[in-house]
């Protein structure tokens, strides 16, 4: 299995202020052939499903704020919010598709400082 | 746009099998371009994907969980199944039913199903 790392576990952050959330891969997930990072990223609200924010690592899901970016290749990701808003408190998660069964990392608990 | 719907009880014995089925609307099972999935998630804590079908009937499951998972579709009523045999208290968790191109695309608002006596 491919085993996703989240780093920190926790963080605040001011509201207006950059948020970063760091992302580690046991194992490469480029696929040469494409050139593509085989890398999701969802946030998770409370008492609700995670919704997709990023995939192919930088691609932005339709609806997505453009205060929400997604960077890195190889084995090392980062979901960006370049200006904390008070409705970005969730929880983070990055998943792999690189292998068909794709593994999540444990969370980033986003939260207001 | 697609909509997942969990349905199946709340509450399992343990050692008993644990029976949820997804109902898609808006979409179709029988689309070749994903794979209809089951997501846990125990409570306080991360995800974990259980396993999923294609709408031909191939199937793909945690080999942690490979034993004691079954995964079906039902074309003719657009929804697929899941099935976990020997449930203990490990297994409690919210279940969500997906849909996935690799990415999870869309997700069912999921059901929470706890194992108890």
């Known amino acids: 299995d491919i085993v996703m790392t989240q780093s920190p576990d926790s963080l605040a952050v001011s509201l207006g202020e950059r948020a970063t959330i760091n992302c580690k891969s046991s194992?490469?997930?480029?696929?040469?052939?494409?050139?593509?990072?085989?890398l999701a990223w969802f946030q998770q609200k409370p008492g609700q499903p995670p919704k997709l924010l990023i995939y192919w690592a930088s691609t932005r899901e339709s609806g997505v704020p453009d205060r929400f970016s997604g960077s890195g290749s190889g084995t090392d990701f980062t979901l960006t919010i370049s200006s904390l808003q008070a409705e970005d408190v969730a929880v983070y998660y990055c998943q792999q598709y690189y292998t068909t069964l794709g593994t999540f990392g444990q969370g980033t608990k986003l939260e207001i400082k | 746009q697609v909509q997942l719907q969990e349905s199946g009880p709340g509450l399992v014995k343990p050692s008993e099998t644990l029976s949820l089925t997804c109902t898609v609307s808006?979409?179709?099972?029988?689309?070749?371009?994903?794979?209809w999935s089951w997501i846990r998630q125990p409570p306080g804590k991360g995800l974990e994907w259980i396993g999923f079908?294609?709408?031909?009937?191939?199937?793909n499951y945690k080999p942690s969980l490979k034993s004691r998972v079954t995964i079906s579709v039902d074309t003719s009523k657009n929804q697929f199944s899941l099935k976990l045999s020997s449930v203990t208290a490990a297994d409690t968790a919210m279940y969500y039913c997906?849909?996935?191109?690799?990415?999870?695309?869309?997700w069912g608002q999921g059901t929470l199903v706890t194992v108890s006596s």
């Open positions: 079908i294609y709408y031909s009937g191939s199937t």
């Open positions: 808006g979409g179709s099972v029988s689309s070749g371009s994903y794979y």
């Open positions: 194992q490469s997930i480029f696929y040469s052939s494409n050139n593509k990072n085989y």
């Open positions: 997906a849909r996935a191109s690799g990415w999870v695309d869309s």
